[in-house]
């Protein structure tokens, strides 16, 4: 509304000036040298507006004949960009969906059209990754790096090369180069942090993490966190050196990361040696809170130097007790309730708190029951059994980053090097397939754990201990093939005095008078040993058993790679009942497996 206000406004001004000059009487004249011209205004006026038109008609056309050449190369300049912008674009997307033929294609041509633009050397130096020419992705990457305004980008480019190449210490200088131009670099700083951890230079790795901080990469509790992780690395390593070093930085990385475990059960060992006992309770309760874990446990019960084993499990209880319930490493508390009663030779209760977990177990209840059968009642076969168990268990949770399961906390994940990555969790290979599926145990395992414990036999005064045996022997089919394999030669005397009159021979069939075995150490683990009663009676008074070795047939697999073979032992019935002959048993199991 307002330009047509304006434009009315003008042609209103330029109406009544031609009606002023119209209205002026007279002429004029206009006298130089010999000429005299004389007109009116009016003409005059329209004279010069006339001459002013052509003027400027003349100056645009000369102006525009100045510049076409101009105008023709920017017009053609123009026309290359545009068909480089388009060759960089589709070259892009060529790379995007993996074409290596039509990226290169795309890559001639925007360096033909654009030589100078840095996407045109993107796109080269990419399809040159693609069909992995890497010597001229380097050549392509180096040309960018010489550039101002692409330099950390050739950088970064050159980097990526030197770890495929696995050039540690070249990628390393050209990340430091990097942080030199750029310090908010995010994969600069992460790798020059991963290097100088690796390196063991923690001071160095502060250092940048003070930079990260500074440069807004890293928020406040980030910070606090991970340099609680390098402090109580340098604690670690500086533990057996420099004991003041490290128990100065391990006390301030408890206080930036309370519930990380390796500072606490650090700071809580060097509380307790300078007897500040309740100040290293305080300490490994709230890592414990947090994130339950045996060594924690361990320094817990251990807190207070010279206390007996029972006090240690009293204590461990106590911490126990304090395991949040929804917590899924809350089974740390019952196994270290079950660590602690086990040095206290309270079996009963290490078997109570093992109780749960006992029918799925993990590697770590197994052998804890398999510690508990060898220590409680010295039996040999329930702790073969839950060892053979413990092989094929659940695995327990580890430190684990990245894929990466190492038997102990590390700062950086050696995989991608990325700070505090190990977390403690059960490994992904270990878990089962199926919600609630569990490992069956094998018929071997199943009949040592059902068979009740051994009874302690008393020997006679002067005799040598009798072993009794530690099981049930289990029925199996009978094989088709019963001949007994070669065996240790018995004396004919022993062999029938170790029999009724219409009791079964032992030993296997031999010649009436076979000729004398040369003597022999000890047999080999494939061979029986016989044993007779009279032999047996030189040893105890107590009621004599026999002991006759299992005879595997031909076609009896025995025992592989893959465990013992469920038919393992045969019961031999015995006419009478004054030889109480027990067979079978474990001394044929044992010289079966050569124990």
């Known amino acids: 509304m307002l330009r047509i206000v304006l434009f ?45 038109v052509a003027v400027v008609l003349l100056w645009s056309i000369l102006t525009m004949i100045w510049r076409t050449p101009g ?36 890559a001639e041509a925007a360096r033909r059209h654009a030589p100078n633009d840095p996407l045109a050397l993107l796109l080269h130096a990419q399809s040159a990754q693609l069909e992995g020419n890497r010597d001229e992705a380097q050549r392509v990457f180096r040309a960018m790096a010489e550039r101002e305004d692409t330099r950390l980008l050739g950088l970064r480019g050159l980097f990526i090369e030197a770890q495929r190449a696995d050039d540690a210490v070249g990628a390393v200088m050209i990340a430091e180069e990097a942080i030199k131009l750029s310090p908010s670099a ?10 100088r951890c690796a390196r063991g230079d923690w001071s160095g790795a502060l250092a940048i993490l003070d930079s990260n901080l500074s440069a807004g990469q890293i928020d406040k509790p980030t910070y606090r966190r991970q340099r609680g992780v390098l402090l109580t690395a340098r604690a670690l390593e500086l533990e057996t050196m420099d004991r003041d070093v490290a128990r100065e930085s391990v006390m301030e990385a408890v206080k930036l990361a309370p519930t990380l475990v390796p500072a606490a059960v ?54 126990a007790a304090k395991t949040p319930a929804d917590k899924p490493g809350h089974i740390e508390g019952q196994l270290a309730i079950a660590r602690a009663a086990i040095d206290a030779s309270e079996f009963g209760r290490a078997r109570e708190v093992l109780a749960p977990y006992v029918s799925d177990p993990t590697q770590r209840v197994a052998l804890l029951m398999a ?46 090097g990325r700070l505090d990555a190990f977390q403690w969790q059960t490994p992904v290979a270990s878990l089962p397939s199926d919600k609630g599926a569990t490992i069956e145990s094998s018929p071997f395992e199943e009949a040592m754990l059902a068979a009740p414990p051994p009874k302690r036999v008393t020997a006679a005064p002067g005799a040598a201990p009798v072993e009794p045996p530690v099981m049930a022997p289990v029925p199996v089919p009978a094989a088709q093939d019963n001949s007994p394999p070669p065996a240790k030669e018995v004396p004919q005397e022993a062999a029938n005095e170790a029999v009724k009159d219409d009791e079964p021979a032992v030993t296997p069939s031999e010649p009436a008078n076979p000729a004398p075995a040369p003597a022999e150490s000890s047999p080999p683990a494939a ?62 199991f044992w010289s079966r497996w050569g124990a």
Do not use: C
Request: cysteine-free.
């Open 371 to 416: 510690e508990i059968e060898r220590a409680e009642h010295g039996d040999g076969g329930r702790v073969r059994a839950w060892t053979l168990r413990a092989v094929r268990a659940r695995l327990d949770p580890a430190w684990t980053a990245d894929g990466y399961v190492s038997d102990r906390w590390r700062p950086v994940s050696p995989v991608t």
């Open 71 to 106: 105008r023709l190369r920017r017009r053609r300049h123009e026309k290359r960009q545009a068909r480089g912008r388009h060759a960089i674009t589709h070259g892009l997307l060529a790379i995007g969906h993996g074409d290596p033929a039509l990226a290169r294609r795309h």
């Open 186 to 195: 995010t994969w600069a700083s992460h790798a020059v942090l991963g290097f």
């Open 527 to 588: 061979t029986p040993v016989f044993r007779t009663r009279a032999d047996l009676g030189k040893q105890a008074s107590a009621p004599i058993q026999a002991v006759i070795p299992i005879v595997r047939a031909p076609d009896d697999p025995g025992i592989d790679d893959d465990g013992p073979s469920d038919e393992f032992t045969e019961q031999i019935g015995t006419p009478k009942a004054d030889a109480k002959a027990q067979v079978g048993g474990w001394r044929g």
């Open 8 to 52: 009315l406004v003008l042609i209103a001004l330029a109406a009544a000036g031609a009606a002023w000059v119209a209205d002026q009487p007279g002429d004029l004249v206009l006298t130089a040298g010999g000429f005299r011209i004389s007109t009116t205004l009016p003409r005059f006026v329209f004279l010069l507006g006339l001459f002013a």
């Open 266 to 319: 650090l700071a809580a060992r060097f509380e307790s040696e300078a007897h500040q006992v309740r100040r290293a309770m305080k300490l490994v309760e709230a890592a414990w809170l947090a994130n339950p874990h045996p060594d924690l446990a361990d320094a817990y019960a251990h807190v207070k130097l010279g206390d007996s084993a029972r006090q240690r499990l009293q204590r461990v209880e106590t911490l």
